[in-house]
């Protein structure tokens, strides 16, 4: 019995603290840029630079520029998961963004949601 309860209790302490799984916490875009800052702070190189050219463009609106910065420097394979986790929420953020001006009449904005949903 004993046993069994040590067994169960290890098999759930092991279910519980594994990787995170589901979709990214949906963020402000705001958030988006200061996270990206953050998660990356300690990056080197050209990664570093390239997540602040991603924060930048966040921060700045310009949000198609922003989806293919965050799209490059996702297929990075030297990437930490919160990194990733990161630029998956910055990009579900952006996109949302593109998607409210595009509904508010933004030509732009549905031009470039158009082009984005072909090429997936």
Excluded: W, Y
Excluded at 5 to 14: M, P
Excluded at 30 to 50: E, P, R, W, Y
Excluded at 53 to 79: C, H, K, M, Y
């Amino acid at each position: 019995m004993a046993c069994t309860l040590v067994l169960f209790g290890a098999s759930a302490f092991l279910a519980g603290s594994g990787c995170k799984k589901g979709p990214p916490e949906i963020v402000s875009v705001q958030n988006a840029a200061t996270q990206t800052k953050t998660v990356f702070s300690d990056a080197k190189g050209d990664v570093k630079t390239a997540a602040d050219q991603v924060a930048d463009s966040i921060a700045n609106s310009e949000f198609t520029s922003a989806i293919g910065r965050i799209e490059s420097l996702s297929i990075r394979p030297d990437l930490a998961p919160e990194q990733r986790e990161a630029l998956a929420a910055a990009q579900m953020a952006v996109m949302q963004k593109l998607r409210e001006s595009a509904e508010s009449g933004d030509k732009q904005a549905a031009e470039f949601l158009e082009v984005h949903r072909a090429r997936k």
